[in-house]
């Protein structure tokens, strides 16, 4: 499209594979729904969000402090950082829209921790 930018296209493909596996996910899987996070659009487990769609079509997913990014093979990640003076959440990690092919697979084992989490 004329005068989109990157980040434009960035932000495009990272809503719409977020509302493909947002739509899946609901679907397939009992109390799952949809929800919000820092006003983002989000899917959450019984009320407990687990996955969210950050700026700039990045995806956000909840995979707890014991999740090590590096050994399973995300290359462009980081960790939630929402708040100026305090420490980075490390339960929280951030998926570059680049890596969009490993969102559902991230999505899956969010939503799995969160069910053991709450059962």
Not at 85 to 107: C, E, F, T, Y
Request: proline share 4%; net charge neutral; charged share 30%.
């Amino acid at each position: 499209m004329p005068g989109e930018t990157l980040a434009d296209e960035d932000k495009e493909r990272g809503r719409s594979a977020f509302e493909s596996i947002a739509g899946r996910m609901i679907a397939a899987h009992e109390g799952v729904e949809e929800g919000r996070m820092m006003s983002c659009a989000a899917v959450a487990y019984r009320g407990k969000v687990f996955a969210f769609l950050g700026s700039k079509g990045k995806m956000v997913f909840r995979l707890g402090k014991g999740y090590d990014p590096d050994t399973s093979g995300l290359i462009d990640w980081s960790y939630l950082s929402p708040f100026k003076h305090k420490p980075p959440m490390r339960g929280w990690i951030i998926v570059q829209v680049a890596q969009n092919v490993r969102w559902s697979d991230l999505a899956e084992e969010a939503l799995a921790l969160m069910r053991s989490e709450l059962r």
